[in-house]
């Protein structure tokens, strides 16, 4: 049950961030400083975006250890899935694998 509950957040978390995305690139083709100007335009998306950032690596730190713990193989491409979509797909995805790993032992 918790597992399917991972895997349906993972794909709400590939799905919502695309969606925006999609809407940037619509408006705006592929203009990274305009990107970058925008997460950073005040406080308040600064906050955000330093919050992401430091919740990114906070995972990243757990991604490894408990994949090293439960001999996970691939971790790395917990890190690709968060650079190519978000931590809003990447961390529930890692989740339900390891929910999985855990039913083996």
């Not at 990243?60 to 439960?70: D, H, M, P, T, Y």
């Not at 001999?71 to 990447?90: D, H, R």
């Not at 694998?97 to 032992?105: D, G, P, S, V, Y």
Request: charged share 15%.
């Amino acid at each position: 049950m918790k597992k399917n509950i991972f895997l349906i957040l993972a794909i709400i978390g590939f799905i919502a961030p695309y969606y925006f995305i999609s809407a940037f690139l619509i408006d705006n083709s592929f203009d990274s400083v305009l990107l970058f100007q925008q997460m950073f335009l005040n406080e308040g998306t600064t906050a955000f975006a330093a919050d992401l950032l430091v919740s990114v690596i906070a995972f990243w730190v757990f991604l490894f250890i408990e994949a090293n713990r439960l001999k996970m193989k691939n971790a790395w491409l917990y890190v690709l899935a968060t650079m190519l979509v978000g931590l809003s797909f990447a961390l529930p995805l890692f989740l339900y694998f390891r929910e999985r790993k855990l039913e083996e032992i």
